[in-house]
């Protein structure tokens, strides 16, 4: 332990460890009474910290679960795979199953400014501090060259996430049980006013039936699918969209790559405030989701098309999209998921 901290425990206020910053300018700070002593620890700069009052707020405030009676998953071991959740009842579409915290957090400049002999002390400090360690050393690992157990934990269970108006690496310790789909049957949100993130069913997900998320952008065709899932994960996927045929997943590809452009076009035609191009170039957008089976996401292209429609002075098209949207985002989650569904009731009251 270094000297940048003092040894009187008032002096480490808000946090209940003393920081360890291992003789860098990084440094782990931990609060074990956060989640019912489940705690959260962050890795960053102690300037950083002492800049982010709000984030220290939600960090060193105690919060206490609600016992769940009954969770609607239970985590099975997978041949092959390690450890999944799958569903103990039936999941609704919309439905938000599954919130959580997280146990770690950490800038993601840190790993790159700190040598890693530095970078594994930070991290071994700020997991075992935690009062659920054991569960987050006990997470999946991808390294077959034997990286250190922390190390390798961070890197193959973590999220990028905004918080503080920085980016950073974080870890939720019930999520990371969750594998990947390319065409999952769930989704996440996180939520920086709670520092929550939150599991969605994007379909119906019957009792029994494994819980997936996408690991990557939605999207991607097959072959950058595989390559960044392997570079990052180590896993070569054999969810049912790549274990189609040769000719279902070319078709898939073109839709994809297509779907990729038409995004592009409409991000031009608005920039040239061309909104008539948006519109048309975004309603092929919808139609190429709907083939692909990316359904899901429709009710924010639904919303993007109302915003358009309403930039284009028709309001009646405006309100017809904003419908479609409310629908859509409130069969997803509603509200409690997505911000801009008071904003689209209040479209439908304009006259």
Sequence with gaps: MDDKVGLDPSSWAPWTHRPYCAETPYCAFTNSMF?????????TTSEIAASSPELLAKLTTPIVETASVEFPYTVRDIPGKGKGLFAARRIARGEVFLEDYPSVLADVEFPGRVRRDQGQLLLQRAIEQLGQAEEVLSLARSSTAGAPVQEDVMRTNTFGITLGERSRMALFPKISRINHACSPNAFTRFAESTIVNKVIAFRDIEPGEEITISYL???LPSQERQRALHNRWGFQCTCEL??????EIAASDRRRERIRAVRQEVLE???RRDFNSAIKANEELVDLIVKEKMAPHLGEHYEVLARLYLAATDLKSAKKYAQLALVDLEANGGSTVYDSVEELRQLLEWR
């Design 35 to 43: 989640r019912g002593n489940n705690g959260v620890s962050i890795i």
């Design 217 to 219: 952008e939605v999207g």
């Design 242 to 247: 790549c274990s189609a045929s040769a000719g």
């Design 269 to 271: 035609h608005v920039q």
